[in-house]
């Protein structure tokens, strides 16, 4: 899979930190924990939309309680 640089991230200073030391502890680099972090948000929010568009599916078929 070809990868690409497509954002940069302005990050409060606390929030820099936090991945800096995370980074050193895990020997990662800041850049392979910000994508791993967008992955899981991204999994997450796509879940998310998906579980509520079969809601209002449902709704609209009367499947309600």
Known sequence: ???QTLVSVRLSEPV???LENLSRATCRS?????AQAI?????L???QVAAIQE????ADR???V
Do not use: H, N, P, T
């Open 16 to 18: 820099a930190d936090r």
């Open 1 to 3: 899979m070809k990868k």
């Open 39 to 43: 992955e899981e948000f991204l999994a």
């Open 30 to 34: 800041k850049s392979f924990l910000a």
């Open 45 to 47: 929010q796509e879940w």
């Open 55 to 58: 809601g209002i599916e449902a």
């Open 62 to 64: 009367g499947e309600v």
